[in-house]
């Protein structure tokens, strides 16, 4: 029986068999009780979460041409790489609500016609660079003038974007938005919580490099603080 036991702890410890199919073996092996509990106990603790190891995931669409500039995401798979190695002004969370994270905090003004975003500080890209006001006005005017971004519509209302301060950006809209940002549905909402508005490297958006370069390689925000 001890090498049942031993043989059931290995291939439960390589995945093999569930922490459920170790108990209804133990069950069969008539090991009940106080000694049934030992050994599960122990399962519990052998099968807990690991750091580390490598997901697998089945993700629709992709294709050859996608490239790391959000100016061209257009489906699904790239949405999703973005908000993996991206991030954003604030971000929609469960409830629909708006919670910072690049931006620490904004304050709309003058009817919500002027959203003021203050800035997380110690944000680095993966160069060391220092994420900075003149990072997120790149960002988002690379989204505007002539371009097929698919935030465009989204920034039809931003009539300027200036910095005031290293982490200070102050955009001015064409019309109001309603306050607080508590609905997705809010047009600037989407624009600063978009899969295609992410704050990227404005030494990147100026062509300094190639929006086809690999993910550990382009210049992205990296663990905020």
Known sequence: MDNQIKQMKEELISGKITRREFAQRLIALGIIGSS???LLTW????HAAKRGGRLRAGIAHGSTTDTL????YENGYMS???????NHLGEVDHTGNMFPELA??????NGAKTWVFNLRRGVEFHNGK?????DVIASFQH???ETKSPAKSLLKQVSSIRKDGKYKVVFELTGGVPVPMSSRKWRWECASSEHA???ISSRTVAGLMNWRCSPSSILLPGAMP
């Open 130 to 134: 220092t994420l900075d006001s003149d």
């Open 43 to 46: 399962a519990d603790k052998a």
């Open 36 to 38: 049934a509990g030992t």
């Open 80 to 86: 999703k790489i973005n908000y993996a190695i991206q």
């Open 143 to 145: 989204h505007m003038g």
């Open 69 to 72: 500039d959000p100016a061209t």
């Open 104 to 109: 620490e905090s904004w304050d709309p003004q």
């Open 197 to 199: 508005t992410p704050i």
